[in-house]
T-cell receptor, first 113, second 112 residues
Framework: DTGVSQNPRHKITKRGQNVTFRCDPI?????LYWYRQTLGQGPEFLTY????????KSRLLSDRFSAERPKGSFSTLEIQRTEQGDSAMYLC???????????FGSGTRLTVV | KQEVTQIPAALSVPEGENLVLNCSFT??????LQWFRQDPGKGLTSLLL?????REQTSGRLNASLDKSSGRSTLYIAASQPGDSATYLC???????????FGKGTKLTVNP
């Protein structure tokens, strides 16, 4: 068990391009979460999966954002037509049960230029 | 809507000092509360998890307490070291939701 893995670690993209991030949770965890963190702020919830079902989405997740977890294992977060305001750290977390808390990955830092 | 506040926003102490970080929340109906550490540009490392039925948890030099009735949690760090320098975040979940609600964190600097 190597923890929660996120790729890439850093991504620089031009405004208007599409980007995709990947998260590999701890293998026995059925819950997977995406958060976004901007400078000086705490992470903000984006979306949550239990197995392959996306059960909760934040209003922060505009129609340019889509997340999938097709086989209930890894997840991808895609941002279409990126904007400078999308620049942030995107964090993934997983959990086996809520009572055991969350384990976070190292994050993907997105810079939109 | 749950709001989490962490005071102070920043703290600078000399090495060896004992210190307390504070976290308050507006809705006491929480399921659990978790303290995290974040180094610059990095992800979050879980420090301590307190379930709603518990009042405190300890790990090494760290002790976290939870008082649901007053909407407060504290993280006590004993004998601080320069390696403790980081941002400390508290977050909680409420019953019926999987969403962690975070404070903005306390940035701790421990000076040698």
């Amino acid at each position: 068990d190597t923890g929660v893995s996120q790729n890439p670690r850093h991504k620089i993209t031009k405004r208007g391009q599409n980007v995709t991030f990947r998260c590999d949770p701890i293998s026995e965890h059925n819950r997977l979460y995406w958060y976004r963190q901007t400078l000086g702020q705490g992470p903000e919830f984006l979306t949550y999966f239990q197995n392959e079902a996306q059960l909760e989405k934040s209003r922060l997740l505009s129609d340019r954002f889509s997340a999938e977890r097709p086989k209930g294992s890894f997840s991808t977060l895609e941002i279409q037509r990126t904007e400078q305001g999308d620049s942030a750290m995107y964090l993934c977390a997983s959990s086996g049960a809520l009572s055991y808390g969350y384990t976070f990955g190292s994050g993907t830092r997105l810079t939109v230029v | 809507k749950q709001e989490v506040t962490q005071i102070p926003a920043a703290l600078s102490v000399p090495e060896g000092e004992n210190l307390v970080l504070n976290c308050s929340f507006t809705d006491s109906a929480i399921y659990n509360l978790q303290w995290f550490r974040q180094d610059p540009g990095k992800g979050l490392t879980s420090l301590l998890l307190i379930q709603s039925s518990q009042r405190e948890q300890t790990s090494g030099r760290l002790n976290a307490s939870l008082d649901k009735s007053s909407g407060r949690s504290t993280l006590y760090i004993a004998a601080s070291q320069p390696g403790d320098s980081a941002t400390y975040l508290c977050a909680n979940t409420q019953g019926g939701s999987e969403k962690l609600v975070f404070g903005k964190g306390t940035k701790l600097t421990v000076n040698p």
